[in-house]
């Protein structure tokens, strides 16, 4: 079979993670196969008979391939895994009694006046006073179509998974505060948080707080920089179940 | 294949824009890490995006500049906004032909005279856009965009109302600016492209003004703002934002700033709020005839943005996966439209459809592989085609490798090469029908009449006797009756500079403003 131009490589081998070599490896193959028959030079079938030849038909099949062997792929947007629970991870966001066990958390019993550490993450913004409120997850559309038709309790200290601003769009300015398990202080999610003035801590670790847990979280702590990042800085604001 | 008419120099250039845009993809990424959202599989969306750039992007970039060249497109864009196209247009392309490399559909050899003109375009435009501080790229002004010609700041700034953190005023300007960048986020999709920022502008020792630009937020080019977005009057607001005691220390290809000490809502000491559009002579006061009236505008606004936040919540939320594929995609995909919006060519089917080339790579764009791949080829740089030899010490890593590939130069001497991907087929979206109308600010209009309007309008300091005014002839020639005349343009409508002309100084406008706070 003739070899494609990239298969000779100096300098290149593979793609770091394993699906992703999967699928290039299977598209290299499907495009091998197709040149090969083609018979033609391939400044003629570049933009030319690759139209043709390779389609949505071909990648479906490379995709039902890898599912045969029993992979099934991560879900990020609920979507996904909703449409197709055939090809996804369970992605547990429906599961109501969840709760964050990080096991690099930093967790300790009870200080002296009783706080439990249970948590760290990356202050946005630097407050006068520590927030206190009531924890509740916040990892689906359908959790916030009740509060936006509801309200949001007050003293709501929202948890959410990704650093992204548009699941909580239409109720995030009535949280009494957030905490990202993803993302960095220059993320979106703390952008808009930073604009509403809102206390939020990114990139948490949790172990041990669950929705409906009154939790302090140490908004005083020093803001985490762009230069804290590129120096590894370690800039962490803890956080308390009370 | 017939040697191409490429020369060694201009390929010299175009590796070294691609290289230029290598290295800063990587810094961009690895200091904002991965978008997720639970709405949108923004990975696979963002991919899918990179796919149609490399497409379309040098077939709708030609058809703009038969109409109007990419310098005078930025011409215009530099006095009435944009949206975020520095990094956008090179390297949505770039990593569009990255990932096809890697996949081997195409090779470095393939799409050349695609790849040197949408380049050379770029350039062009950039230029244009940065000829006030004669940049090419943000960065390339140590993260610094001072794009705004003196005549337009002063009048920003004599005519920005002062606050206080705690009055009517400051309290209304942050609910807003909350709101419309919470909002835009929604509209773009997780994505930053509906804000822009600019800046910072020196003011006094203590006080920098940031502009602050928020596009499309009405009924315009986006199918999904059809019946959402209606109510909402202007489909671009600017804020000009003064803030005192902090610096902007940097100000990103992005759009995005960051303050040292960080900014807070304490340090913001004045506001003000204008439109502008392809079709206005320039930028528009919005409830700027005083404070409480901005107020008023501001909050009457702010329940609008609200309004048609929940409104496109809901009905995003009850997207499909593939519909949400494919606004993500096209909201990236088409941040070039506004270009073909200044040239008076903008066509739905040309921006707002997924060519069936790109479209064949759907099945591929699950949310695990989009999250691996894009992770791979704009953070880790982990790519076969990324690597390079060993001696290589990347630009902030210092590992062996090249986030873009070049042009090889053989192409020069006997390697085979092809030209480009040919004219742009037919399209797909899995989105409701577009509705033929399109908030201007000369009210609604069809798409056939905005692109009429827009190729008959030149804004006034767009016009050949003022286009080539810039600073430097200012700085010669403000005693002259034409310098008088190209300031004019801009203070026609101020509140404080109405007719004053060329003659005065940013420091002229400062004590200006002393002397009003201090007589309140």
């Known amino acids: 079979m003739l070899k494609l131009y990239v298969d000779t490589d100096k300098y290149g081998y593979q793609s770091e993670f394993a699906p992703v070599e999967a699928y290039n490896s299977a598209v290299k193959d499907l495009l091998r196969r197709k040149f090969s028959n083609s018979d033609v030079p391939w400044e003629d079938f570049v933009f030319e008979l690759e139209e043709s030849l390779v389609t949505k038909a071909d990648m479906s099949a490379i995709e039902a391939r890898l599912l045969a062997f ?134 948490v670790k949790l172990n041990g707080i669950k929705s409906n847990d009154r939790i302090e979280v140490e908004v005083t702590a020093p803001s985490k920089t762009a230069d804290d990042y590129a120096s590894g800085v370690s800039t962490l604001a803890k956080i308390w179940r009370l | 294949m017939s040697k191409p008419e490429i020369t060694y120099s201009q390929l010299l250039e175009t590796n070294n824009l691609i290289q230029q845009n290598s290295d800063e993809t990587y810094w961009l990424c690895a200091t904002r890490t991965v978008q997720e959202s639970k709405i949108f599989p923004v990975s696979a969306y963002i991919l899918f995006s990179y796919l149609n750039c490399f497409y379309r992007f040098p077939e709708l970039l030609k058809k703009i500049e038969a109409n109007m ?113 919470q909002y835009g986020f929604l509209v773009s999709c997780e994505s930053r492209l509906t804000i822009h920022n600019h800046g910072p502008y020196k003011i006094s020792d203590n006080r920098e003004m940031l502009i602050r630009d928020f596009r499309e937020l009405s009924e315009y080019d986006f199918p999904w703002l059809d019946d959402v977005a209606n109510d909402l009057d202007y489909n671009n607001l600017t804020v000009a934002m003064v803030v005192e005691d902090t610096h902007i220390t940097l100000l990103d290809d992005w759009g995005s700033f960051e303050a040292e000490p960080e900014l807070k809502s304490e340090h913001i000491k004045a506001i003000g709020l ?33 309004e048609a936040t929940s409104k496109l919540w809901t009905q995003m939320a009850g997207w499909s996966r593939d519909q949400q594929m494919d606004a993500g995609a096209l909201n990236y995909f088409a941040c070039a439209k506004e270009l073909a919006h200044i040239a008076g060519c903008y066509e739905m089917k040309d921006w707002m459809m997924i060519d069936e080339r790109a479209e064949r790579f759907r099945p591929l764009l699950n949310d695990e592989y989009g999250n691996l791949f894009l992770g791979e080829l704009v953070g880790m740089i982990t790519q076969p085609s990324q690597m390079a030899h060993g001696y290589t010490m990347a630009q902030h890593t210092d590992k062996p490798t090249k986030g873009l590939s070049f042009i090889p130069y053989s192409i020069l001497k006997d390697e085979p090469y092809t030209p480009g991907v040919g004219p742009i087929r037919g399209g797909v979206t899995n989105l409701s029908a577009k509705v033929d109308r399109y908030r201007t600010s000369q009210g609604f209009m069809t798409q056939e009449q905005l692109n009429k309007e827009c190729r008959s309008f030149t804004m006034t300091c767009c016009q050949e006797k003022y286009r080539l005014l810039c600073a430097d002839w200012v700085k010669y020639h403000y005693d002259t009756e034409l310098a008088d005349e190209l300031f004019r343009i801009e203070q026609k409508n101020s509140r404080n500079l109405k007719d004053r002309g060329a003659g005065l100084t940013c420091q002229d406008i400062e004590h200006m403003r002393l002397a009003r706070v201090e007589k309140a």
């Open chain 2, 69 to 181: 060249s990419a310098e005078e497109v930025g011409d215009r864009a530099r006095n009435s906004g944009i949206k975020i196209l520095a990094w956008t247009i090179p390297c949505f392309y770039l990593l569009g032909r990255e990932m096809l490399i890697n996949w081997g559909v195409i090779k470095p050899t393939d799409a050349v005279e695609d790849v040197v003109y949408v380049m050379d375009f770029w350039k062009r435009f950039q230029l244009s856009w940065h000829r006030n501080n004669g940049g090419l790229t943000n960065k390339q002004g140590g993260h610094r965009a001072q794009i705004f010609p003196e005549q337009k700041l002063q009048v920003f700034h004599a005519d920005a109302f002062e606050c206080e953190v705690g009055d009517d005023l400051h309290t209304a300007a942050q609910e807003f600016m909350a709101t419309v960048a």
């Open chain 1, 70 to 203: 029993g992979h099934r792929f991560e879900p990020s947007a609920m979507s996904s895994s909703q449409e197709r629970p055939e090809a996804y991870k369970d992605s547990g966001l429906f599961n109501e009694d969840f709760f964050f066990e990080h096991e690099d958390a930093p967790t300790a019993d009870g200080d002296d006046i009783g706080r439990m550490l249970r948590g760290a993450g990356d202050n946005v913004v630097n407050h006068e006073n520590n927030l206190t409120g009531i924890a509740q997850y916040i990892r689906t559309s359908d959790k916030v179509l009740k509060y936006l038709t509801e309200g949001v309790p007050e003293n709501t200290i929202a948890i959410v998974d990704d650093s992204g601003g548009t699941l909580t769009a239409p109720i995030l300015e009535q949280f009494s505060g957030v905490l990202c398990a993803g993302g960095t202080t220059r993320s979106h999610l703390a952008i808009l948080t930073r604009e509403y003035n809102i206390p939020c801590l990114m990139n």
């Open chain 2, 274 to 306: 204008w439109t502008a559009d392809n079709l206005t002579d320039g930028h528009l006061p919005v409830g700027m005839g005083s404070p409480e009236e901005l107020t008023a505008t501001f909050k009457n606004l702010t329940e609008k943005v609200k």
